[in-house]
């Protein structure tokens, strides 16, 4: 555990790197940590007598962060942090009040299991006022098992993984994104939305740029939301949209009249008219924070010489996916120096989980079965606001997943034309767009990520960023029964707050 105030240090470059043995019997290697900020911090406590001013560093990358390793013998520590004159306590950790109200913050050392008989708040004489609830949280890693109970991950190791991941992002741009060979597809604005969409599934993309020959502009995105609107609107009493208007009904027309009908733009178009992009001098995270801004999946680097943007050429589709992907590469052989990643997923405040029976306030995780029209299937992935939903059994297990880029299939063979979205299921859905041999519920690495919750943080972060993975679905061990859902904006809210 890598707690706000100490932590017994593990890694080897941590003052000889765990618990060694002294002459006076065995010693923790133990980090404090002092994640508040300040100019001079030091560390002093009842291990150096309350007499000795420990100097504290700042943690490389992260000027606010500051740690010092001391060896402390098994036992109950008091301890206090001196920050630029003043004294301070950590109150993120258990605390103990002495007779004059002095407060000071407790620590125990891992191998030290007398709590209670040692410093109770019931021991006779005991003029302390013991924070015990939190203190006894501080013990309950068993065997190196996380259990259930167990506290979460410090917000200090959080708030130095995030200032080197900020170092990194800001340090490199949309450069890095761009790959040695590929294409990217762009589409006239001009084009009918019913060719665009077989454009879309023959050349197996999600997501497209629009070009405006007029204007010499890349303007908008045509995404998979789209061809689930037209769809919608094409089985709606009354819609506007009929089944010959879609093949002349150009792009340009859709767009204007979704404007009108759903008074929004998804995030594609700004309020002027201008497409959400970035250029190849853009840092990693800027390009980041703009698709959570949005809330696109998509932002397209585009390079222009020209000063007023003119004779735009576009070079790549960003996505939080390519850049996890970099951070992955990046760190992946030094993960010391992110304390988060090799932290299981459960003990970090991270994703959307199903809430436990009699849990206050707990919403229900979206799930589908695979009898479920695939008219709900779309309803529910625009209501609920996300990429993909799990499909379970009447177990919850986990069988397949219903994603928004899916309904591409339709466009094969101009399916769309001879089905009724609320009669179709989504298992047979999916199977358009599968091999006819191919048996539902088979897992496919792209379609279906599952990771555990005692997973650590590195093996979710590179599973989504395999491309087209937007979330991966935590299941128990066994029974592949779905216990919370992590996606891509999770991980980067966590990085980048």
């Known amino acids: 555990m890598f707690s706000h105030g100490a932590d017994p240090a593990h890694d080897a470059s941590a003052a000889g790197g765990g618990v060694g043995v002294s002459a006076g019997g065995p010693v923790v290697h133990t980090r404090f940590v002092w994640p508040h900020g300040g100019k001079r911090v030091f560390l002093s406590g ?11 560093s700042p943690v490389e990358g992260c000027p606010t962060v500051f740690q010092a390793i001391c060896s402390l013998p098994p036992g109950i520590y008091q301890y206090k942090f001196n920050v630029d004159g003043q004294w301070r306590h950590d109150e993120g950790q258990p605390t103990i009040t002495g007779e004059y109200g002095v407060v000071n913050t407790l620590y125990l050392t891992r191998e030290f299991d007398h709590i209670n008989t040692v410093l109770s708040p019931t021991t006779p004489g005991s003029r302390m006022d013991v924070d015990n609830d939190s203190f006894q949280r501080m013990g ?20 130095i993984s995030r200032c080197r991941v900020a170092e990194y992002l800001n340090a490199h741009t949309g450069y890095d994104l761009l790959p040695d060979s590929g294409k990217v597809i762009a589409l006239d604005i001009n084009l009918p ?8 599934h023959e050349q197996g993309i999600p997501v497209a740029p629009l070009w405006d020959s007029f204007r010499g502009q890349f303007v908008g995105l045509l995404s998979p939301l789209d061809f689930i609107l037209i769809l919608r609107e094409l089985e709606t009493h009354g819609s506007n949209l009929t089944e010959e208007q879609l093949e002349t009904h150009t792009i340009s027309a859709w767009k204007e009249a979704k404007r009108q009908t759903y008074g929004r733009n998804d995030g594609q178009l700004r309020s002027n008219q201008h497409l959400v992009h970035a250029t190849p001098y853009e840092s990693l995270r800027g390009i980041a924070m703009k698709i959570l801004e949005t809330g696109i999946s998509t932002v397209p680097i585009i390079y222009s010489s020209s000063t007023d943007g003119s004779f735009p050429q576009l070079l790549h589709l960003a996505s939080l996916s390519g850049i996890l992907k970099c951070i992955c590469r990046y760190f992946k052989n030094s993960t010391g120096s992110l304390p988060i990643l090799n932290q299981p997923v459960c003990s970090i405040p991270l994703g959307t989980w199903v809430p436990k029976i009699g849990e206050p306030n707990g919403h229900p995780l979206a799930m589908l079965r695979p009898n479920t029209s695939l008219s709900s299937a779309l309803n529910l992935l625009v209501q609920a606001g996300v990429s993909s939903i799990p499909i379970v059994d009447d177990n919850d297990s986990l069988i397949d997943t219903y994603s928004r880029s899916d309904i591409t299939a339709l466009a094969k063979d101009k399916v769309y034309t001879h089905i009724r979205l609320d009669e179709m299921t989504i298992h047979q859905a999916l199977q358009l767009g599968q091999d006819a041999n191919s048996p539902f519920g088979l897992f496919n690495g792209q379609r279906c990520q599952m990771c555990l919750r005692s997973d650590p943080l590195l ?10 993975v937007r979330r991966v679905f935590i299941v128990e061990a066994g029974s592949k029964r779905v216990e919370g859902v992590i996606s891509l904006s999770d991980i980067f809210k966590l990085l980048l707050s």
């Open 193 to 200: 939305v019913k060719q665009s969409f077989h454009i879309l």
């Open 46 to 56: 009842s291990f150096t007598r309350w007499s000795e001013h420990l100097p504290m």
């Open 140 to 159: 309950s890693l068993s065997d190196g098992a996380l259990q259930e109970g167990s506290p979460r991950i410090s917000e200090s190791a959080i708030q």
């Open 459 to 468: 093996k979710v972060m590179e599973r989504l960023a395999n491309p087209g």
